[in-house]
């Protein structure tokens, strides 16, 4: 190998991992300019970015929503397929109108709104007693009505993964105890059930059992969340195994103690 | 597992997994909607992984994910086979993406500081493989985290402070107290390395 080689095998690793400093940027491309078609600059540049880009692999996947890639394909606009997004109420009723199928968030949303009252007071009262520090604002059919409760040491995560609707769990670090409530989660079929699990040091310990009611879940759970760094839930046999006999619907990482 | 056969096995994983990423995208270029579902199941679990941790939030690492799978699915010629293979091109759309949104925020300093003890050894951390393999490449996940477990700690902690914190090089340089130049020398050995491990390619 050439020695200015060296260096722009440097500088190119470097690049790979998106972390040069303007001065060396420039010193790159001034160095690229100066080699023309260089093909070992080339083949260089490739392999470096193919190591960069197989790093990612060793993190723990995360769940995505697979109607992201429903929305995508059937030419949704960026912000359309987004889950959470902040909406204008303009923005949804044109949403509204380019959604023939119903399956955004933002239709589901709109088409939701009697029920998500109901589901918002329940959440409302099993947070309170979980003393997880909640705003909520809602405007449906009546003034805004605003409830707090003052707590902030306790913590609210909410699930992510493939299946439609929302899992929010509410606990107290170091406290026992933990509050899961949802809503808009598809009924997990005959004969089966959702099973939370916490999983510590790799191991996944049961947490319970539920079974939602028009989609709708509150459930206590009596256990320390302690050490738990994810949650996890799957749809388990209603006997409620003592392992886990399916790949997960859900999860939520904790933040550390 | 021996440095060799980890080469061997890696190569096997990786090249395997090329070659039907390649045909996918041509697929993908006539509008095959199942092609783009099966890539998208692939790695859109890791991609949000990966923007995740360097963003730190979750709606904007899903945000980065579907721009990135939003223009593949409008755009597969984007992606060039003779400049890589399509997982790491993904990851690095998705990679460049978070670090530009967090160096946009300016919230890398604060962040930096209350970060780069806690998370090191998270990649190679793992606390629920029995439940997540499922989701997305678990026969890439085995392999990288197995390169990266034969590097050495020095060589490894740069690595991720800039791949996973998103750290500039000064930057790393500040966290660890060591000397940029020794941040320069300590990443293109530790990529050296990776890329053997990863691709059996001699230097």
């Known amino acids: ?257 | 597992m021996p440095t060799a056969l980890l080469e061997i096995r890696a190569v096997e994983i990786l090249s395997g997994a090329d070659a039907q990423d390649q045909d996918l995208v041509a697929r993908l270029r006539a509008s095959d909607e199942e092609a783009f579902r099966t890539l998208f199941d692939r790695y859109a679990p890791t991609a949000k992984a990966l923007a995740q941790r360097i963003v730190r939030q979750t709606h904007l690492a899903e945000e980065i994910v579907q721009e990135v799978f939003l223009a593949l699915w409008r755009s597969p010629d984007g992606y060039d086979g003779t400049r890589g293979s399509v997982r790491s091109w993904l990851m690095g759309r998705v990679h460049h993406r978070a670090v530009d949104a967090v160096r946009r925020e300016e919230a890398h300093r604060r962040r930096a500081d209350s970060l780069a003890a806690e998370t090191r050894d998270e990649p190679a951390a793992d606390h629920a493989d029995a439940v997540v393999d499922a989701l997305g490449a678990p026969a890439e996940r085995r392999v990288v985290r197995a390169a990266l477990d034969e590097l050495p700690v020095e060589q490894r902690e740069v690595l991720e402070l800039m791949y996973f914190d998103g750290l500039t090089q000064t930057q790393v340089a500040k966290t660890t107290g060591l000397p940029l130049g020794t941040v320069k020398s300590r990443t293109l050995l530790g990529m050296r390395r990776m890329r053997v491990s990863l691709g059996g390619w001699e230097r």
């Open chain 1, 1 to 257: 190998m050439m020695p200015d080689h060296e260096r722009i095998e440097e500088l190119l690793a470097g690049q790979a991992l998106d972390g040069l400093d303007a001065g060396d940027e420039r010193e790159l491309r001034a160095a690229r300019e100066a080699h023309g078609e260089c093909g070992e600059c080339a083949r260089l540049e490739r392999e470096l970015r193919e190591v960069a880009g197989l790093l990612a692999f060793s993190l723990t996947p995360a769940p995505v929503d697979r109607a992201i890639a429903d929305r995508i394909t059937r030419g949704g606009d960026a912000a359309s397929a987004l889950p959470d997004a902040p909406v204008s109420g303009d923005e949804l009723a044109a949403r509204r109108a380019r959604t023939t199928r119903g399956s955004g968030r933002g239709a589901r949303r709109s088409a939701g709104d009697g029920r998500r009252s109901q589901v918002w007071t329940a959440i409302v009262g099993v947070a309170a007693v979980a003393a997880a520090a909640i705003v909520l604002t809602t405007t449906v059919g009546r003034p805004p009505v605003q409830v707090t409760s003052a707590d902030v040491a306790g913590r609210v995560v909410r699930f992510d993964g493939g299946v439609d609707g929302s899992l929010t769990m509410a606990y107290t670090p170091g406290e026992r105890g933990a509050v899961f409530w949802g809503h808009g989660l598809p009924d997990p079929g005959e004969g089966r059930t959702y099973e939370i699990w916490m999983i510590d040091d790799g191991t996944p310990v049961p947490g319970g059992c539920t079974t939602p009611v028009d989609g709708r879940i509150a459930l206590f759970v009596p256990a320390e969340i302690g050490t738990t760094e994810l949650m996890a839930v799957t749809v388990e046999p209603t006997e409620c195994p003592s392992e886990p006999t399916t790949d997960p619907v859900l999860t939520a990482e904790l933040e550390p103690l």
